[in-house]
């Protein structure tokens, strides 16, 4: 059997995995819902942007399903319905479909090759080259020349986004950078305050665990919140791992000079990394006593909500334990992914947009139309201007936190105006946010990218071993990293290995 064949089986065989990286959202059944109903008014920032039409000719019919859902605060629904008014007279015969879709591997793969799909989804960057090697997504490369975009891309994103023969299939819409959300409500109860009235938050992993440990024995809540669950464990053990040294030769994976990739998880780093664990839950006893089934957006919920004082978690999620949990923006900080051991690493990654397999040119331009007028195109002008400063006013007017965007394209006068819009719309004490942005500006910490082959499969077989570790006080780590050794080097022999 061919390789890209088995990747498929195996991904159709593990069709109820969802991506670790992605956010999760309500779950919509299919994938889509029908146009809100609710009569909004399109936020005042709309209107400078231009009703002149641009292109009369260009004639498609296109889902976007980044569209948000009908639960979502009204200005971000207004903004929306904002953009498709301009665009309708920008682009008259452009056929414009609100279409909800929360992606997930597992539920995009049916509607893909059932040819259900939106015309315009976003994966996490975990997902293209998968997609890609599967036929299930479009190639854009000439909508992408038609704006002048293929120059704004950076090497690595073409390299993420591209194929062997130089085609494009997507385009990068925003990254992240792992660090840890704290609840400052538990760190003033817990004392762990600075004179200056700021969080005296842990630089190292040694200090989550002793800072943890104040704070569950002084106000009874989990010190830190670990989702366990599915894949989410092992995808936050990695960045553990590498600041234990589980990097270079002692990568968890590594690919030999023949070709060949070898999993590694039984080095001293890796296992130093697991037995870190074991001693937050055993010595420390700072975990949330319902790891096992926590994912993301419960460990979200349970910081949000006061049940926990830390989650390991990226600047793109900040809205979560704010505007949709409660937490007030300033009861919350965002700091640097501690240090270990063995260095200082903070995992990067992101959201791309891309397009359904059968998507034309036509439709692809159409798309990145509306994108344009969102302010996710890197140009300036006056409606992207007034786009960023919609996206920013919606987030301020729902409580959550108005930050920077992590850049996803090269191009300084555009991120520049980025920081500004943030800027200007601030709603925190930027002091709560600073040592993240510049922990790896100034290049404190290193920023590394996922485990490069099968990450979700290596995330599983990782979550298993964290699984065990929080739930078996006798339980044998060495023994368990080499059977998850074991079964993840099986899975690579057969799905990419002669």
Known sequence: MKKHARILMAVLALIVLASACAAPAEDSGDGSQSTPQTVVTPPSEL????????????????????????????TEIAAFEGYAAVMAQQYPNVTVIPDYFSYTL????????????????????????????????ADV?????????????????????????GSIYGMPRDGYVLGMHINIDLFEQAGLMTEEGLPMYPRTLQEVAEYGQIIRETTGKAGLVFPASETYGGWLYTNIAWNFGAVGENALQRQEADGRWVANFTSDAAI??????????????????????????????????????????????????TATKGLAVDKFALI?????????????????????????KDQAVASLAFLRLTGMLPFLDDDIVAGMRVDAAAKRDRGAPVLPRIPAWNDEEYISMQRAIAEEYSNVDWRLYQDFFDSF??????????EPVFAQQLYRELTTVIQRVITRED??????????????????????ND
Request: hydrophobic fraction near 40%.
């Open 441 to 450: 500006s100034d290049g404190s910490i290193t920023l590394r990218a996922e």
């Open 336 to 360: 640097p992914f501690p240090a270990g051991p063995g260095g200082s690493f903070a995992l990067t990654g992101g959201t791309c947009f891309m397009f359904e397999p059968n998507t034309t």
């Open 272 to 321: 130093a990394a697991m037995e870190y664990i074991y001693a937050l839950r055993w010595e420390y006893d700072i975990l949330n006593s319902d790891a096992t089934t926590t994912d993301w957006a419960s460990s979200h919920t349970a910081l949000g909500t006061g049940q926990a004082a830390m989650n390991i978690a990226a600047d793109d999620s900040v809205d979560q334990p």
């Open 141 to 165: 490369t000439e909508a992408l020349a038609h704006f002048g975009l293929l120059e704004k891309f950076s090497p690595a994103f073409i390299e993420m986004l591209g194929d062997e023969n």
């Open 475 to 496: 339980v044998d780590i060495a023994r368990s990293m080499e059977r998850a050794e074991e079964a993840f080097q099986d899975y690579l022999d057969e799905m990419i």
């Open 106 to 137: 597992s539920n995009y793969l049916g509607m893909a090759l059932g040819g259900t799909a939106p015309t315009l989804f976003q994966p996490p960057f975990t997902d293209p080259q998968l997609l890609i090697g599967q036929g299930l997504v």
């Open 47 to 74: 209107d400078g942007q231009s009703t002149e039409v641009i292109d009369a000719d260009l004639t498609a019919t296109i889902r976007l399903g980044n569209w948000p859902a009908d639960t979502a605060p009204a």
